[in-house]
């Protein structure tokens, strides 16, 4: 059947921000969604609250609701818009949630809105432990035993059923959050205890273990015609007992025989009918007893999900976009497959290269969590590489994870016979963690047997073997009299990079690379085409790998590589896609062949749709180099474009320019001027602009000099550091001392910084573009909380609020001069503090920044595709009136403009200390959220408010609220507090802070700090675990250890109540709450605003 | 073996491309019809399909012999293939099954093979240029001059014509009982039959005769069969006049039929259409079928190289009249390759891919049903 005719308007509903768990996978699907959807002639309505998707982007949707996925919100949106149906499957499990609940409440009947691509009975099959277990044991699959349990008491009676070890899975919750791995009763308790309150059903599965078994997924499709295809399968490398999501995995799966995986996907198949999943994609994972093959069906997702993402890049099979037209009437015979063209969508992909996965972590950003991997997904992003085997496929992405030492070291090696050592290192692959993988290769470097590798890590033998060679090539590189053609030849092959092969052969990385292109060896391309070479594949979607034939066509047209920023970090994310992923848009459109250079399976910019070619390829000098070199024997090549994808290209830029390759946009020389701290200081110097006090130190004893000599507080941070890595504000020298002595990589080369710290400073964000001639500010953007609050994780509002017009023409002078002063070419981004009526300059960064889509979308200026066409020689005045406004910029918006507030979310509920225990959630200099939402309203309370609701802290409109400030706030809460008590709250304090209340003739209860409380009293933990209070206010003091609310902060963040940890947040908070009284929120579609 | 040190090989075509790699298997030289796979599992049941005889088989999927073998998945009696091309062979068995590693299997039973060349590189060669002959010259043949090697790809047996049932049929008859209580007899011609299909059909209480391809009708006739059943096999089905013939006496019999693969292609020969060459084939798991009757599409498990030549559409009267109606009944949709018969007039199906699969989905298994469901509807005036 082909499309519906009776559907004319669809809502899709995204996943807001990027939390663990759920991240830019689903802006990729949601935009492939949304394309497909306006194609076919349909008028699209999304909402997604995150600014930095491509999907909210204007032009992907008839109305882009930017506002917070909320049932309320999506009802008044439903109300106006009037929506036919309503597709949830595309915005992971935050939209399935979401529709669920529209669903229940009768407002899909209510407005007559069809669900499409979902059936609620369907999803509830799926999800739903209990139902899911009789579903797969009716077509005769296996499921664990288990228990399902809606109360502490059925936990134990459970537990004293199965025995421990015990898997705890809550229900209808997201990346495993809440599950984990049971040894003990204590364990149990406190696992099993959040997950009742996190499952929205209140209900936890109790599951024998399955520890140590092989993991697999199945990727599903299914059509109304009852057809169902099976896209992909992925083996975990690390056995059952770490997440998937935070697990190296495989594609295709490798380890099975033709009867195992026809097993499978027969259970696979039979399962997704019985569930009944009405079209769409959906992901089954299994586990394989290895001694027996027993086969068990661990859990579906009845969406497309972070897998399906990866399962898409690494096919070449679009699930999302497919999905998508499944749900609005095609079947799988009629879609026709886009790489081939000529053969339809109804098959299985057949991969003739293995695609590996491996997720990155971001533990040093949260030093007191538990790095052990368990069933909660603690990863923040992940890197993809393709290669013709499973080896050279795992090297690259180890290379692409761009960490330090992420790469093997082949050259290490232990003394297995000190039985000390063997322990240590048994030990250590028997636990999971981040690293593992390096110890599995230095047990097998070191001579352990790849049968007591395996007995402790219960990683399959095949892909220890598979390490084993690797290792054996570079043992045969670094132990060879000469490096012969022949073995060069081999180590590529093997996959290793020209730093290992130099590091084995103690030689220069430049010279290893000299050599080897004397010497001819260099890789072809081939092309992910769904087919294994069967049909011609008409999409260049590549990757390297040293064999005879490339599959590079040529061409005419001049092209341009675009240069993407890698695996999602904290500090670098899909803000940087977003810019990547306009500037191939806007070269595009001015005619230039556009080529994309990245590794991450997540994002739009991967998208084979994206740009014209793709390369799927880690973003280091040497891969780099050679898609340049294979770009450039294939037509004109206009240069690299390094300035919009964070921090990754940009640190390769000198080294490209160096080699003869030209960088477009922002030249090196530009990068240095901005980021070298002597050299800024000249720029600021000649420009009449003033930085904080600040010096440079190698060791504590200069440290401490400089911070006498400064004045104390000071902030101090590792030098070249993105994200606020390692910052910290230290208040006197025993601090100080604490933190040289644990920042590890203090040397004259990494020298670290010390600056004044600007207490009570408003700190000011600025993004603008520079052509050589012309200065445009795109937006000015004030934070609410005070400097030293990281600006990742501040809240900013845009247009600044409190501002005069004297201080903003000073940071246009001052943008200004530093534009002209560092001479960059397209983006800049400069961070401002205004302490006591001056205004410092906090640093500058020569690139697309964190801000520009947020700026973007609040300005309606699209400043990367700006900055992409600066690149290649435009000017700002040549782009006014196309892209940049005809006259005017992102500084002089007009009253009746409406205001854009950004607000952080922040993970600490994902991790937890060794002994269990919430990680603190206060923010500090150091970035530690992992994505961002935007409120956009016509003031600022009404804007805050759904800024707050956005990032998934309720405000609440009446009810108890506690504080606790410390001593230097507490004159600035006086204000806020009396504000909530006349709106009809009731405050609850700590003894210090209700009497400072009480003098003011605040009338606020007293408790007990837990510390404090006697026998029987109730104290402030004991109140938040029983969700007393539907808002918490800590706000710890300045000098003071902060241990002191951790307690509190940490109750209050497992428990999910809103938390407040700043005095101008909650102020921020009383206005938004004030607007909340009064009024519902309304919504507006950003092409209304426009 | 080893990555370091390997024994040298060369992949020659008869178009004179050559690959250069590392011995795989036993060395020696070989030659035979180049032809790629697609399957991404399933190693074990290629090998021992003996459709894949005369074949020199390249393996697209990079990594081999992962699982090793075992004692259960073999699809024959032996290792069928003239030559086998792999990427990347696996030192390594893992699998519980496993009981050997895939290359002593290899050199036990004398398969030349050749690892560490270009396969997606010449996978594209044979796509665009069509399967052709090729050799596998290992150890002290790989260092024969290029001239020799091609001269001996040139004279190898070329697949069109040929006619090799007879080299893969089984020498003696034997039965495969039935599965339960026994619902029916059929009898099956072996042109190169796998396992996975008289298990199929035993499953569904079908107590399976296996005849030697050669079996003249009159014996056939003489079981009293519910049913017959030509399986699938290598070689030209141009070169099988006498299959063709005894599934004629079988028609006019009334008696069932059912093909898969070369009996499909011996069906369609049997009512008069003709059969072609494919330019490079369908072979892997991954094939998808529509069954025109029910809409639905099957993701099949395919090897084949010829096809049959039937219109695509209403059904047509076949060329030879005698026997009614017939229809095209599933159809590749990647290409509209004639990929099923139906008659409407006799009793009598057939399918050019696998129901059987091994290696591959089972989305078609329920064809085993209808070939039963067909001998359960037989009248009884056109029984024995």
Redesign the interface.
Known sequence: MPIRDDLHSVLVIGSGPIVIGQACEFDYSGTQACRVLRSEGLRVILVNSNPATIMTDPEMADATYVEPIDPDVIESIIAKERPDALLPTLGGQTALNAAIALHESGVLEKYDVELIGADVDAIQRGEDRQKFKEVVESVGGESARSVICHSMDDVLTGAAELGYPLVVRPSFTMGGLGSGLAYDEADLRRIAGDGLHDSITNEVLLEESILGWKEYELELMRDH???V??ICSIENVDPVGVHTGDSITVA?S??????E??RM??IG?AVIREVGVDTGGCNIQYAVD????RIIVIEMNPRVSRSSALASKATGFPIAKIAAKLAIGY???EIPNDITE???A?????????AVKIPRFAFEKFPAADPTLTTTMKSVGEVMALG???GSALLKAMRSLEQSASEFDFSTRVDLTDPTVRADVTAKLAHPTADRIHTVRLALASGMP?DDVFAASWI???Y??QIL?LQ??AD?VAGADALSRGLLV?AKE?GLSDHQIAQLRSMDEQVLRGVRHALGVRPVY?TVDT??????ARTPYHYSTY???SEVLPREREAVIILGSGPNRIGQGIEFDYSCVHATMALSDAGYETVMVNCNPETVSTDYDTADRLYFEPLTFEDVMEVYAAESAAGPVAGVVCTLGGQTPLGLAADLKAAGVTVLGTQPEAIDLAEDRGEFGQVLATAGLQAPHHGTATTFDEAVVIAERIGYPVLVRPSYVLGGRGMQIVYDAHQLMGYMESATEVSTDRPVLVDRFLEDAIEIDVDALYDGEEVFVGGIMEHIEEAGIHSGDSACVLPPLTLGEAVLERVREGTAAIAEGTGVRGLLNIQFALAADVLYVIEANPRASRTVPFVSKGTGTQLAKAAALLAVGRTIAGLRGSVLPDSGDGSRLSLDHPIAVKEAVLPFRRFRTVDGKSVDSILGPEMRSTGEVMGIDRDFPRAFAKAMLGASTSLPTSGTVFVSVADRDKRALVLPVKLLTDMGFTIVATAGTAAVLSRYGIAAQTIAKHFEASEGEKSVLDRIVERGFDLVVNVPGGRQERADGYEIRAAATVSNVPLLTTVDALSAAVSAIESLQTESMDVRALQEWA | MSLLSPTPAVLVLEDGRAFRGRAYGSTGRTVGEAVFTTGMTGYQETLTDPSFHGQIVVQTAPHIGNTGVNDEDDESGGYWVSGYVVRDPSRRVSNWRATEGLEERLIRHGIVGISGIDTRALTRHLRDRGAMRAGIFSGDDAALGTDAQIEAVRSARPMAGARLVDEVTTGQPYTVEAVGEKRFTVVAYDLGIKSATPEQLAARGIEVRVVPAGTPFAEVSALKPDGVFFSNGPGDPAAADHEVEVIRRVLRAGIPFFGICFGNQLLGRALGFGTYKLTFGHRGANQPVLDVASGAVEITSQNHGFAVEAPIGDPVTAPQEEFGRVEVSHIGLNDRVVEGLRCLDVPAFSVQFHPESAAGPHDSRGLFDRFADMMADRPASTRA
């Open positions: 015609a009852d057809n295809v099976v295709p490798l380890t099975l025989t033709d009867r995986y026809q996907r027969d198949i290895p001694k027996t093959g079947s799988l015979d000529v053969t339809p109804s098959f299985e992909p057949a991969l003739d290269y293995v013709r085997n499973f790849i399959d033998p095949w220890l073997d060679q054996e090539v045969a081999l093997t081939k087919c294994a070479g069967e049909f011609a064999e005879d034939e």
